[in-house]
């Protein structure tokens, strides 16, 4: 299964799946990052793991042609083979054509557990001064398949995080983003085994229950 990461950030969740699919483990291939601006970290990852990475933006390719966003994106997942698309931290909403052609087969990580803390605007440390403002005492991980608007979706797989006592969303953030990078390889590999797969009617269904023999990690130290 051919993966292309959409990124705008640091890529700390690309780099998870460059590390747990390297060279090709599982049938996963890393085959692309689309970076939404030049400055994302993620290239810097790309490049010392020879993954080819492009900016998405209209006239935003390398020969410096002007055309629609989603044609653009349409056109390079075509040219990379994509078979998965991994949205990791990517700020840019995904155009509606790209969306309905790739259904099912786009996939997003969102740091709270929707559909809780998710939505237009609600990115990056955002989300984790929401939750402490809240007083919940529970956020997480969620994957989910992705639609026309922001962090909405069928859900895919989610993990629990604790929220404690003197935590501040730079804290929470930290813990969310651990477990991110064990949710987000998880799910790509059950993708390419078949484990998961979302049925015609939109609903996410699982051959195995998802968290079948691991441990619920409630305490961040363990
Ligand atoms: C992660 O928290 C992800 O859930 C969110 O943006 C952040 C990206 O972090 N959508 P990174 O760029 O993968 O380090």
Known sequence: ??????????????QSLIDRFAAGAGGVVMAGLVASRETAGAIRRAETAGIPWMVAAPGGDSRGETEDEGAFLARALARLDADLVVLAGYLRLVPPQVVRGWWGRIINIHP??????????????????????????????TVHF???????????A????????GDTAASIAERV????????????AALAEGTVSLDGDGRVRWSRPWMEGRRFRADPEA
């Open 112 to 141: 709270a557990l929707l559909p809780a803390f998710g939505g237009s605007g609600m990115y990056g440390a955002r989300v984790h001064e929401a939750v402490v403002r809240s007083g919940v005492r529970i956020t997480g991980a």
């Open 1 to 14: 299964m051919r993966v292309v990461v959409f990124a705008s950030g640091g890529g700390s969740n690309f």
């Open 158 to 165: 989610q993990w629990p995080v604790p929220v404690l006592d």
């Open 146 to 156: 992705v639609d026309e608007a922001y962090d909405r979706g069928p859900i895919i």
């Open 177 to 188: 983003l651990e477990a991110e990078h064990e949710l987000l390889p998880k799910v790509v």
